[in-house]
């Protein structure tokens, strides 16, 4: 009988998390409802984040949740190891949220960043492009509340949640090259838009 991996997350160096998810899913794809709960209690608060990002309605954030953890538990087996267990994660919940936004709640709802992403947002830009023009993190957090959802929704995978543009392509089912290109654009743009004062003109370019 496999063991079930005891340290929390926080104990694994960066690159053995991965390992230990690894070791939760095939647990969970045999039926193991501890190993269910210990991932559970992993992701849930990351992807809460990730939908209160897109909805403010709590119920239909908890209908999600629910939705995305039915959907591990039942699909745990078919994970075919091509992504990391976090990157299949977000990208079961990104499809939830396209079913939901098709078939339930065909609404538009405002993200709201609540800051988050822009404060890190504002510590990986370097000091030799943003430090001088950046001058306040409201003004960011403007100039981000008004692009394109899914140009938000970039901002909050790479800045907030921590993936690498190549786990960022398999969660938004994009190219890498178009995930790099694109946060290339976003820079350059988010640095024009602040020199002007965060008005944003004609809107960032789709």
């Given at each position: ?43 849930h608060g990351r992807l809460y984040i990730y939908l209160k990002k ?23 087996s078919g994970y075919s190891g091509k992504s990391s267990v976090a ?120």
């Amino acid at each position: 009988m496999e063991s079930k991996p005891k340290s929390k997350p926080k104990d694994y160096p960066n690159k053995d998390v991965h390992v230990y998810h690894l070791r939760l899913l095939t647990l969970i794809s045999k039926g193991d409802r501890e190993a269910f709960e210990l991932l559970y209690n992993e992701f849930h608060g990351r992807l809460y984040i990730y939908l209160k990002k897109r909805y403010q309605d709590e119920h239909i954030i908890h209908d999600i949740l629910q939705d995305i953890f039915i959907a591990i538990w039942r699909g745990a087996s078919g994970y075919s190891g091509k992504s990391s267990v976090a990157a299949w994660i977000f990208s079961i919940a990104r499809n939830k949220v396209t079913d939901v936004i098709r078939l339930k709640y065909k609404r538009n709802e405002e993200m709201n960043d609540g800051g988050a992403a822009i404060g890190m947002m504002t510590d990986s830009m370097s000091s030799t492009d943003f430090s001088e023009i950046v001058s306040t993190q409201l003004t960011l957090q403007n100039v981000v509340s008004k692009m394109p959802i899914d140009m938000q929704e970039l901002i909050s995978l790479v800045f907030v949640h921590g993936f690498s543009y190549k786990e960022v392509s398999e969660i938004m089912a994009i190219p890498e090259g178009t995930v790099k290109s694109r946060m290339y654009s976003l820079k350059k743009f988010v640095k024009k838009e602040i020199e002007i004062g965060g008005e944003l003109g004609d809107g960032y370019p789709m």
